[in-house]
Nanobody, 123 residues
Framework: QVQLVESGGGLVQAGGSLRLSCAAS????????MAWYRQAPGKERELVAG???????YYAHSVKGRFTISRDNAKNTLYLQMNSLKPEDTAMYYC?????????????????WGQGTQVTVSS
């Protein structure tokens, strides 16, 4: 079993930055893929960025060039550095982890989800 706890969300003005963290505990040796998803009010949850043990990364078109996903294996933590934030980035951000390798977009791939951290970007 793996537990994921997100932190780092908050209220920021447009153009500002935030860094989200996802601390993993438990059977973390089993994790191959991790990702950040987000869900805005009234919208479906969507992939923001993903990474796996092979070192690959993936970004949604809407955040490419502004967001960076990274892992610190020594700290068992996944990060999402978010720069040049826009009001449309406002959402609840979730960390997800999978024992498998596969398409980052496939929500069924993920075995574990965090509770989320709220990001609000004011205009």
């Amino acid at each position: 079993q793996v537990q994921l706890v997100e932190s780092g969300g908050g209220l920021v003005q447009a153009g500002g930055s935030l860094r989200l963290s996802c601390a993993a505990s438990g059977s973390i040796f089993s994790i191959n893929t991790m990702a950040w998803y987000r869900q805005a009010p009234g919208k479906e949850r969507e992939l923001v960025a993903g990474t796996n043990n092979g070192g690959s990364t993936y970004y949604a078109h809407s955040v490419k060039g502004r967001f960076t996903i990274s892992r610190d294996n020594a700290k068992n933590t996944l990060y999402l550095q978010m720069n040049s934030l826009k009001p449309e980035d406002t959402a609840m951000y979730y960390c997800a982890a999978s024992r498998k390798l596969g398409s980052y977009y496939e929500e069924g791939l993920y075995d574990y989800w965090g509770q989320g951290t709220q990001v609000t970007v004011s205009s």
